[in-house]
Structures are given as C-alpha cells and as structure tokens.
C-alpha cells in the first residue's frame, strides 16, 4: 500500500511530520502511522506554553487497537494547539496532513530539520 508523503515536511522515524514556516513548525502524524493506529478516538497534547524537546515525547493518541506515544520532530516552546482533534480525533485519521495537525512550535533550533527525515528518505522506511 502506498501513503501520501508531503514533500514540504520532514519526518521522525516515528512517523511524527514537522513543516517549518520561517522560525515556526506545525507538527502532526504521517498517514502511516494513523493507518497502522486504525480509528484513533483520543489525543493528549501539552498546553500552549508548555516546551517539547527534539525526539522527546509530548503526548498520546489512542485509537482503537492500541496508546502510542508520540515524539517531538523539533524543539521549542508551543504557540498553537490543535483544540478541534479533541472533540473530533477522528480528523488525524481523515486528514493527517491538513485538519489534523497537532501543534504548532516556535522553534528553539532550526537546525533540528537537518536531523529529520527528508520525504524520500520516510518514504523508504515505510514502503
């Protein structure tokens, strides 16, 4: 099976996404990964505010075959959250590049992207 993989955003090996905008980065999940989470039903995110830290984790999506973790692509401090995946989490699973978005960070590093997978490089590791 072949998932959509953005060319503008990099990617973590734990299929969380990262598109930057200038000193700004909006953070969701791969379409592969809500695929293989199946109907997710229930998200935790940090508040605005709150620090993520590069490949450290800062919340959970819970979907009906299992709670996963999930790990911050970049560094920096939260400025936005997504407040609709909370009343509707089934949008990370109907549009995980677009109405599903996660967070948004202002971020601390912007270097971190030189860390991440390239689309290519995501696509590789899950076909």
Known sequence: MSFEVPEDRHYLESHEWARKDGETARIGIS?????????????????????VAHD????????????????????GTVSAVNDDVFDAPELL????????????IDLEDGSEFDDLLDADAYRDQIE
């Open 93 to 104: 699973n109907e549009d995980p590049y677009g109405e599903g978005w996660l967070l948004e």
């Open 56 to 75: 450290e984790e800062f919340g959970v999506v819970e979907s009906i075959k299992a709670v996963s973790d999930l790990y911050a692509p970049v560094s």
């Open 31 to 51: 379409a592969f990964a809500q695929d293989e989470l199946g109907d997710i039903v229930f998200v935790e995110l940090p508040e605005e505010g709150d620090a």
